[in-house]
C-alpha cells in the first residue's frame, strides 16, 4: 500500500510535470511565432511586456481569463462550449503515447519516461486525430454564423483528407518497427533514424500534419481575408484561448510525432534524452513558423488535388516498395 | 506485436491504462477549472450588438444551418472507404514478414484495386472542385 501511495504521488508529479512543460511551451511557442514572425515581415512583434516581450503570453492568459465570455443568442449554447474543449483535450492527450526518454530508476524504482506504452499506440493518435474534427466541425456549426459554418465544413473536409495520406505515410514505419507501439517504434530507431529510410514517407507526414494542424499554406478553414476568422469567429475570452492552446499544443505533438517516428525520438548524442525531443519539437515548430511567413494560402481546389491526387497515391505507392524491400 | 500485459492494472509505476486515465483525467478537469475561472471572472455586460452573430457589421439575414455543397458530403464517403481501406492495410503492415512474398502480392493486388477506385472517381469528377464547366 505504502509503495503505492509512493508510486501515486510519482505518477502525480511525473504527469503535471508533462502538463505544464506542454502548456509552458504552448505559450511561449505563441510568443516565439509572434517575434519570428514580426521579424520575418521587418517589424519588432511583441516588446512591451518584459524584456524582449518575455511576459507577454503571461498578460495574454491574464486577458484571456477575464475577457468577457460571449455566447451569441443564436448559437447553440452546449455545443459552442463543448467545441473548444474536444479542440484543446483531444491535442493534449494525443501526447500520452509520446516517449521522451528511457526509463529512469529513481530511489530503486524504475520509472517509465512514458506517460502510457499501449502496443496500439500509433491508432491511439489516429483516434484522437480524427477526434478533433470534431472540435472544428461543432464549433462552426455551433457558432449558427455563415463564415464559421463555412470555415467548419472546410475544415473537416481538409482535415478527413489529409489524415489519410497521415496515416497511409506511417505504414512503412509500422513496416519497419514491426510494432504500433511509439517506444518500440523509437527503439528501432536507435542506431539508424527511420528518415534515411524513408524520406517519402517523411515528406508526405509532414505535409499532412501541417494540413491537419490547419496552419499556413493550408489554414484555409480560418482564412482570414475571406471567412474573418473561420470556424472560431464567434469565440471570445477562454475559448477562443482554448482553441489556441489546441492549435499550439497540436503543433507542439506533431512535432514530438515526427521526431518519433521519422528522426529517432529521444535517441542523439552527449545531451540528455529529453532535452533532445524538446530540441527537436522546438525546430519543427520553428520551421512550421517559418513556412507560415514563406509561403501563400492555397486555394481551395488545389488544398484537396494536391491530397487526394498527390499524396495518397505517393503514400500508397511508397508502402508498396517498402514492402518489396523489406522481404528481399 | 506484443500481447496485451495486465499483470499490475492499476500499478502507477508501470506506464499502463491506468495512468492514461489519470492522465485523461487530469487534462480534462485542467480544461474545465479554465472554463470555469474565466466564466466567473469575465465581466457580463451583454448588449444585442455583442450577442449577434458577426457578419462584418451587416446584419445577419436568416439562418446560418444552411444545406452543404455536395463536394463535402463527397469527401466523406470517399474518406470512409480509404480508411477502411486503410485499416486493412495496417493489419497486413504489423505482419508483412511473416506473411512473406504471398502476403505482399494480396496486399498488392488489394491496393491497385485500391488505386484503380481512386482513378474511377477521378476520372468521374468525384475530386474537382470549383465551377464545373459547362458542355
Known amino acids: 500500500m505504502v509503495t503505492w501511495i509512493a508510486g501515486m ?79 484543446a483535450i483531444t491535442a493534449l492527450l494525443m501526447f500520452a503515447v509520446v516517449p521522451f526518454g528511457p526509463a529512469v530508476v529513481l530511489w530503486g524504482r524504475e520509472i517509465p519516461m512514458v506517460i502510457t506504452d499501449i502496443n496500439v499506440g500509433l491508432l491511439y493518435v489516429f483516434a484522437l486525430s480524427s477526434l478533433g474534427v470534431y472540435g472544428v466541425a461543432l464549433g462552426g456549426w455551433a457558432s ?81 481575408n475571406e471567412l474573418g476568422a473561420g470556424f472560431h469567429m464567434e469565440y471570445s475570452g477562454m475559448r477562443f484561448g482554448l482553441f489556441f492552446i489546441g492549435e499550439y499544443v497540436h503543433m507542439q505533438v506533431f512535432g514530438a510525432l515526427l521526431a518519433v517516428f ?66 528481399i | 506485436m506484443q500481447p496485451i500485459v495486465n499483470a499490475a492494472p492499476l500499478s502507477p509505476w508501470e506506464p499502463n491504462i491506468f495512468s492514461m486515465t489519470l492522465y485523461g483525467v487530469m487534462v480534462t478537469a485542467l480544461i474545465a477549472v479554465l472554463l470555469f475561472i474565466s466564466s466567473w471572472l469575465g465581466q457580463k455586460k451583454p448588449s444585442p450588438e455583442k450577442l449577434r452573430v458577426y457578419e462584418s457589421g451587416i446584419i445577419p439575414t436568416g439562418t446560418a444551418r444552411l444545406r452543404y455543397p455536395v463536394p463535402f458530403y463527397l469527401v466523406a464517403i470517399f474518406f470512409l472507404i480509404f480508411d477502411v481501406e486503410g485499416a486493412f492495410i495496417f493489419s497486413w503492415a504489423i505482419a508483412c514478414e511473416n506473411l512473406g512474398w504471398s502476403g505482399w502480392f494480396q496486399i498488392t493486388f488489394f491496393i491497385f484495386v485500391l488505386v484503380l477506385g481512386l482513378v474511377y472517381i477521378w476520372v468521374k469528377g468525384g475530386l474537382e472542385w470549383g465551377p464545373q464547366a459547362k458542355s
Open chain 1, 262 to 327: 521519422f528522426l529517432g525520438g529521444w535517441h542523439g548524442p552527449l545531451l540528455p534524452p529529453v532535452i533532445w525531443l524538446l530540441i527537436k519539437i522546438i525546430v519543427i515548430s520553428l520551421f512550421m513558423i517559418w513556412m507560415r511567413g514563406t509561403l501563400p494560402r492555397l486555394r481551395y481546389d488545389q488544398l484537396m488535388t494536391f491530397g487526394w491526387k498527390v499524396l495518397i497515391p505517393a503514400a500508397l505507392v511508397n508502402i508498396v516498395v517498402t514492402g518489396a524491400f523489406i522481404l
Open chain 1, 9 to 87: 504521488l510519482m505518477l502525480t508529479v511525473k504527469l503535471s510535470l508533462v502538463l505544464g512543460v506542454l502548456l509552458f511551451l504552448a505559450a511561449y511557442l505563441v510568443w516565439a511565432e509572434r517575434k519570428f514572425l514580426g521579424r520575418l515581415q521587418v517589424r519588432y512583434g511583441p516588446n512591451r511586456a518584459g524584456k524582449f516581450g518575455l511576459l507577454q503570453p503571461i498578460a495574454d492568459s491574464i486577458k484571456m481569463i477575464t475577457k468577457e465570455d460571449i455566447v451569441p443568442t443564436a448559437a447553440d449554447p452546449v455545443l459552442f462550449m463543448l467545441a473548444p474543449a474536444v479542440v
Open chain 1, 144 to 224: 449558427n454564423s455563415k463564415f464559421a459554418l463555412l470555415g467548419g465544413i472546410r475544415g473537416a473536409a481538409q482535415m478527413i483528407s489529409y489524415e489519410l495520406s497521415l496515416g497511409l505515410s506511417l505504414v512503412p514505419v509500422v513496416m519497419m518497427a514491426r510494432s504500433f507501439s511509439l517506444v518500440d517504434i523509437v527503439a528501432a530507431q536507435a542506431d539508424y533514424p527511420f528518415i534515411i529510410f524513408q524520406p517519402v514517407a517523411f515528406i508526405i507526414f509532414f505535409i499532412s500534419a501541417v494540413a491537419e494542424s490547419k496552419r499556413i499554406p493550408f489554414d484555409l478553414p480560418e482564412a482570414e
